[in-house]
């Protein structure tokens, strides 16, 4: 792998180094297919698949390209997962993870940034929609049935 190879891998922003061709953002680093490095493809997913993450129809050997707009891939918009704890439901939380999980296989995405499974214990955090709540038994109990139901 050559000096240029290595930068590219770790390149994230469009531009950053001149020389090197721009990834398509931080959640997506092209492969070399020289080398048989295949591209990598992340998106955020506490809440469902990011409908712009690192998923352009041109992407060479993208399954399902057919199903993706030229704009960005249609996703699912998601009720925020304490909305989705507040049921106490773990069959709710499953079909959740499902549709989360099939999403992201449907997008050939490598890894999903989720769920979020810290606990909203300070009002003001910013990221508390993402979390499951406070109780550290719901959280548990909810967070795994939504994992496996993303994961089968």
Do not use: W
Request: aromatic share 4%; with cysteine; glycine share 10%.
């Amino acid at each position: 792998m050559s000096l240029a190879d290595k930068m590219q891998q770790l390149v994230g922003a469009p531009g950053v180094i001149a020389e090197i061709p721009s990834c398509y953002g931080a959640r997506h680093v092209p492969g070399i297919a020289r080398l048989r490095i295949p591209t990598f493809r992340i998106t955020n997913g506490p809440v469902g698949v990011g409908q712009n993450d690192c998923v352009p129809v041109n992407t060479p050997n993208l399954p399902r390209a057919a199903m993706m707009s030229t704009a960005s891939a249609k996703a699912t918009a998601l009720p925020s997962a304490m909305a989705v704890a507040a049921s106490f439901d773990r069959a709710v939380a499953a079909q959740f993870g499902d549709v989360i999980g099939v999403e992201s296989r449907n997008r050939a995405l490598h890894v999903l940034e989720g769920p979020g499974l810290n606990l909203a214990r300070v009002p003001q955090g910013g990221r508390n929609f993402e979390y499951l709540g406070e109780d550290p038994f719901l959280t548990g109990a909810m967070g795994v049935a939504e994992i496996r139901a993303m994961q089968k």
